[in-house]
């Protein structure tokens, strides 16, 4: 069986945003699910916009978002020999010609062929001439003139197209650059590429580059072509739909297996799963259940989704994306037990690594001040005795886990005559600052006795300086 060879070919005009992030997840969990190859290359042909920056900036995306490649990156610009010898090759076979023809004259004739009610289009005249190279000519690809091209698309079965209608397309510029189709089609024969998913807004290119291939002497892929992303308005995805960069979603702390999982969902299925890990998706993934309609991007869902990832990973999976958060927030955090601790305390109430840091911060650095709020509601007067209390149960016990710890609680508790609200809520603003954290026990078994004595004592000092301002 033949090998799977899949490839992603980005152009390093911008970042990589949500559609070409997709486009590479489906090509890249193909070729995984069937042992094949999954290819990286760079269309930077276009000199004028194309930047280091950015392609520093999509291998940034792809490694964070886990997309691994087998061959490359290559870079279109470092090819252009091939590109060449590919399009002489195309001239001598007399599948190809020079073409003289001025911009005037191309105006002319796409206005004539308007205002007779055809499709605007060049008309052949240097088709038959055999003209040699020259200053200023470019190169077009003889089309046939009858027949029909048809696309075996994987995934919206046949498209036909009428050779007619095609024309004779350039493939090389008068500059001596080679047009978009001709250096796909040479890249992706040299490469053995044999399966290609991609947008749909590409299948107009479609019909003209198996002409390509067959003019070379070569296979042709399978092509599968994906419907567009579309926004909750049903319009093509855009930024105001919050379509940002791969990299933008890193940075506001979403978890890449879940970006991955949310957008392999923007168009396939598989049955009415909705959460996948990430082995999940390499076994179960395959083109026969990309659907043919398009996904459309619903940024609520993909923070749910986010928040369920965060939940179900491990602490140290998730570990060396919350570090950075933290580093952000002034904390410097190592990857070790603590952290793994803390991070267990805080998975189910945080949708993103941005929320788990700010919620992580109490752990590393003891509260300066506590919620008014909750100074007003919680720190009552009364409660100084029942605090004291705790404090020196606490003292007698050396483990601070769950079993020891609740009844010490009820001790204190029975004492006063008080419910666990009456006095978890002291305790949690004493060690938190906050009046929303996590469990107490949790909270206290993750500080440990020393610190947890510390904040205490350091809370009931606060309690009695604000008794006496009181009286």
Known sequence: M?????????????????????????????????????ILRF?????????????????????????????????????????????????ETGN???????????DAMRQAASQSGGKPKYDGTCREK???PAPGAVVRF??????????????????????????????????GMPIYNLAVVVDDITMGVNTIIRGDDHISNTPRQILLYRALEAQVPDFGHVPMVLGPDKARLSKRHGAMSVTAYREMGYYPDALLN????????HGDQEFFTREELIEKFDIEHIGRSAGVFNPEKLLALNAEHIRSA?????????????????????????????????????????????????YYVAPESYEEKGVKKFFKSDLVSAMEQLISVLRQIDSFDEKNLEPAFVQVMEANDLKFGKIAQPVRLALSGKTVSPGIFEMIGVLGKKETLVRLEKAVAFMRGEAEKEA
């Not at 490359?72 to 610009?77: A, H, L, T, V």
């Not at 470092?78 to 001239?91: F, G, K, M, P, T």
């Open 130 to 132: 055999n003209l040699p």
């Open 43 to 91: 269309e930077d042909t276009d000199v004028e916009r194309s930047t280091r920056e950015y392609v520093e900036a999509i291998l940034e995306a792809l490694e964070w978002l886990g997309i691994d490649w087998d061959q490359g990156p290559f870079y279109q610009s470092e090819r252009l020999d091939i590109y060449s010898e590919n399009i002489q090759r195309l001239v």
């Open 314 to 362: 491990s602490a140290g999976k998730l570990a060396p994306h919350l570090i950075p958060f933290l580093q952000k927030h002034g904390i410097e955090a190592g990857e070790n037990q603590f952290l793994h601790n803390v991070i267990q305390t805080l998975q189910p109430r945080s949708k993103t690594f941005e929320e788990m840091a700010q919620a992580a911060a109490f």
């Open 262 to 269: 949310y957008l392999v969902r923007l168009g396939w299925s």
């Open 96 to 106: 190809a010609y020079y073409c003289t023809c001025s911009k005037e004259k191309l």
């Open 142 to 175: 003889k089309s046939p003139v009858i027949g029909n091209t048809v696309i075996e698309d994987k995934i919206r079965g046949n498209i036909v197209f009428p050779n007619a209608e095609l024309d004779d397309f350039i493939i090389q510029r008068s500059d």
């Open 2 to 38: 033949e090998t799977i060879v899949t490839r992603f070919p980005p152009s390093p005009t911008g970042y990589l945003h949500i559609g070409g992030a997709r486009t590479a997840l489906f090509n890249w969990l193909y070729a995984r699910n069937k042992g094949g190859k999954f």
